[in-house]
């Protein structure tokens, strides 16, 4: 497993842009899938978007065409560009590496104003 640090997060108007970014403090390169998850207040956790083999897949279905996770394994950073948000975007992002079994970030606030 690898130690894992959002950043990015904060207050942002609805219908604006937001770039998340997670610094690992090991190789990713280890990993074939890197992820985000949110989890909004009373929610269970969901899968937004992850990266595999340099294909970003939005796993949530409001999240399909806004939201894009990449990765740059030369500095062992993963990223979710978060376009055109939402009320609904509101919630703690967390990063993880092979769908949580390769470890979790502690994770980033994004609020979302209407």
């Known amino acids: 497993q690898v130690q894992l640090v959002e950043s990015g997060g904060g207050l942002v108007q609805a219908g604006g842009s937001l770039r998340l970014s997670c610094a690992a403090s090991?190789?990713?390169?280890?990993?074939?899938?890197m992820g985000w998850y949110r989890q909004a207040p009373g929610k269970q956790r969901e899968l937004v978007a992850a990266?595999?083999?340099?294909?970003?897949?939005a796993m949530e279905g409001s999240a399909k065409g806004r939201f894009t996770a990449s990765r740059d394994n030369a500095k062992n950073m993963v990223y979710l560009q978060m376009n055109s948000l939402n009320t609904k975007g509101t919630a703690i992002y967390y990063c993880?590496?092979?769908w949580g079994a390769g470890g979790w970030g502690k994770g980033t606030l994004v609020s979302v104003s209407a």
């Open positions: 090991g190789s990713i390169s280890q990993f074939n899938s």
């Open positions: 993880t590496a092979e």
């Open positions: 990266v595999t083999d340099g294909a970003s897949v």
